[in-house]
């Protein structure tokens, strides 16, 4: 049976503040090509590996409870990720199979458990879209706004962090539904993908706004439906002053408040009791019921032309660690993700 030596990034030490590459390390050991015996789980080549905002947490050591656990320290990293089935104890899958969902930051990975994976059955798209639009981020843009926010026709949506895997998304869906989007990003580069790419109607770059409850008056009179929070903090605050009654807020993900020891609190909450407002989190995995209905939705439009997605991609798995860490800095333009072989 044929050993081979397979590459892993592994978490160093736990991180305090923001993350540096320096907490991670690049490895490597033995692997026999084999699954063990009487394993129900698959043998899988990894071929792109996601880089998502969520992983942050996983890299501190948890001091109380979360939905995923931290990760373990010298062990490789794991996250969601496209591989092709080399072997399996699983009758679902078969030698060959692609598949999405949950695996190691390594060359190859015996995945044990393959509850959370999902056979590929659509290859006319990019492979790479399963790390995103039609993976994990497809799935979180899809329930938070279809699901969460029971969006209508002329309805005014704003959408923070825009131009991330998920904002493109969240904002293309409310265009194709007949509402007017504003989004919001953190480069001129950015706001003009929005409003050039991806049909945004208006978009404005955060950093130059010294008032963003100013801001958002000026490019929502009359007020915000619907909020898909990916930022919280102070935009949070400043999308409470701004809601129209019965405003439904999905909050996704709160990335300004990942690196800091004490977050940030926030100040305006009675207004969700003013105009009878709803905020609601979720997490992407008590929706993958739907992953059927949402591929019906996204699939045509594709194809179509009428979505569009921007990636990020980084070549290799060396580069994993910067392009992680990159995602706190803002400097990925689009859904990062890592190449780990071309197959």
């Not at 990975?109 to 990019?126: E, G, R, Y």
Request: charged share 20%.
């Amino acid at each position: 049976m044929a050993e081979v030596r397979n590459k892993q990034v592994v978490l160093r030490e736990y991180v305090s503040g923001a993350p540096k590459e320096s907490n991670m390390a690049i490895t490597s050991s033995t692997l026999k090509l084999k699954l063990p015996e009487g394993s129900k789980g698959v043998l899988v080549k990894n071929l792109y590996l996601s880089c998502d905002p969520y992983m942050r947490n996983r890299m501190k050591k948890a001091d109380h409870a979360s939905y995923a656990d931290s990760f373990k320290l010298a062990s490789p990293i794991i996250g969601y990720g496209v591989s092709k089935v080399l072997e399996s104890g699983d009758p679902n899958f078969k030698q060959g199979d692609l598949v999405w969902g949950i695996t190691g930051w390594e060359e190859y990975s015996v995945i044990d458990s393959t509850q959370a994976l999902f056979k590929i059955q659509h290859t006319d798209v990019p492979l790479s879209y399963y790390t995103g639009l039609l993976g994990m981020t497809g799935m979180t843009a899809y329930a938070g706004f279809y699901e969460l926010c029971t969006p209508k026709k002329g309805e005014y949506v704003y959408v923070s962090a825009a131009s991330g895997a998920v904002g493109q998304l969240v904002g293309q869906f409310a265009k194709l539904l007949g509402c007017y989007v504003v989004g919001s990003a953190g480069s001129k580069e950015k706001v003009d993908l929005l409003k050039n790419k991806f049909g945004f109607d208006e978009a404005f770059n955060y950093k130059e706004e010294p008032d963003l409850v100013a801001a958002l008056k000026r490019y929502f009179p009359e007020g915000i439906d619907i909020y898909f929070e990916n930022v919280g903090g102070k935009m949070l605050d400043a999308v409470l002053l701004n809601l129209r009654v019965h405003a439904r807020i999905a909050a996704c993900g709160m990335i300004s408040q990942y690196n800091l020891e004490h977050p940030e609190g926030v100040h305006n909450l009675t207004q969700l009791i003013v105009k009878r407002a709803r905020i609601e989190g979720f997490l992407v995995g008590e929706y993958y019921h739907l992953y059927p209905k949402f591929l019906e939705l996204v699939l045509p439009s594709i194809r179509e032309g009428k979505i569009t997605y921007v990636e990020d991609i980084a070549e290799g798995l060396e580069s994993a660690p910067a392009a992680l860490v990159g995602l706190f800095a803002g400097r990925n333009v689009g859904k990062q993700l890592v190449v780990v072989s071309h197959e």
